[in-house]
């Protein structure tokens, strides 16, 4: 029988704290974490190398106990994606590669939870509401309903402040108005 999911997550903070690397949990599971539980397959990470390299993160990948699943080193340099499974859970793992801008300015602003006694770094809610309505999946956009509904510790105006910066840099019009119809539809 494998562990569970959190076994992943707690085996990344690990080597995370041996390399000393910024990173957070996004996705699914900080949706779980900020409470509102959602069923994944996956797990998604982004960190920030610091002074390590990619072969350096591999190798310590490996002796953390996770596989990648892509050897080649151009398709993460261009994606900014490794993709790698922890083996004792059969976890598939998302790490991305973070960039300079917004990606900087959430790992400043990660929430810390402790977990077994291991700290997880996790998406601010704030943060994950704003990378949620960017991305704009349907399930993207049900979470974000969920997260509205379930925090009421949610700031919604940093919310709406990020969003108005990404929809003048994207030349969009839309983040802040879905943004506001999901708080309108508080349950």
Same mark, same amino acid.
């Given at each position: 029988?494998?562990p569970?999911p959190?076994?992943?997550?707690l ?6 704290d ?5 990173w957070?949990?996004?996705g699914a599971?900080?949706v ?7 069923t994944?397959a996956d797990?998604d990470?982004?960190?920030d190398?610091?002074d390590h390299?990619?072969?350096?993160l591999? @190798?310590?990948?490996?002796? =953390?106990?996770?596989d990648?699943?892509?050897? /080649?080193?151009?398709?993460?340099? *261009?994606? &900014?994606?490794?993709p790698v499974?922890?083996r004792?859970t059969?976890?598939p ?12 300015i959430f790992?400043?602003e990660v929430?810390t939870?402790?977990i ?13 509401? @704003?990378t949620?309505?960017l =991305?704009g999946?349907?399930?993207?956009v049900? /979470?974000?309903?969920?997260?509205? *509904?379930? &925090?009421d510790d949610?700031?919604?105006?940093k919310?709406?402040?990020l969003?108005?910066l ?7 019009s ?6 506001a119809?999901l708080r309108?539809?508080?349950?």
């Amino acid at each position: 029988m494998r562990p569970p999911p959190e076994h992943a997550v707690l085996a990344f903070a690990a080597l995370a704290d041996r390399l000393h690397l910024r990173w957070y949990v996004f996705g699914a599971q900080a949706v779980n974490l900020h409470g509102f539980p959602r069923t994944t397959a996956d797990l998604d990470v982004t960190l920030d190398l610091g002074d390590h390299d990619l072969p350096e993160l591999r @190798v310590a990948l490996r002796r =953390a106990g996770f596989d990648t699943r892509e050897a /080649d080193d151009a398709f993460v340099l *261009a994606t &900014r994606v490794l993709p790698v499974v922890h083996r004792a859970t059969g976890l598939p793992v998302d790490l991305v590669l973070a960039g300079p801008g917004l990606e900087q300015i959430f790992l400043d602003e990660v929430d810390t939870w402790t977990i077994r006694r291991r700290k997880v770094c996790v998406l601010s809610v704030e943060n994950l509401v @704003v990378t949620k309505l960017l =991305a704009g999946r349907p399930r993207d956009v049900e /979470d974000v309903r969920e997260l509205v *509904a379930r &925090r009421d510790d949610l700031d919604h105006a940093k919310v709406e402040r990020l969003l108005e910066l990404l929809e003048d840099a994207l030349e969009r019009s839309d983040l802040r108005s879905l943004y506001a119809s999901l708080r309108t539809d508080r349950r």
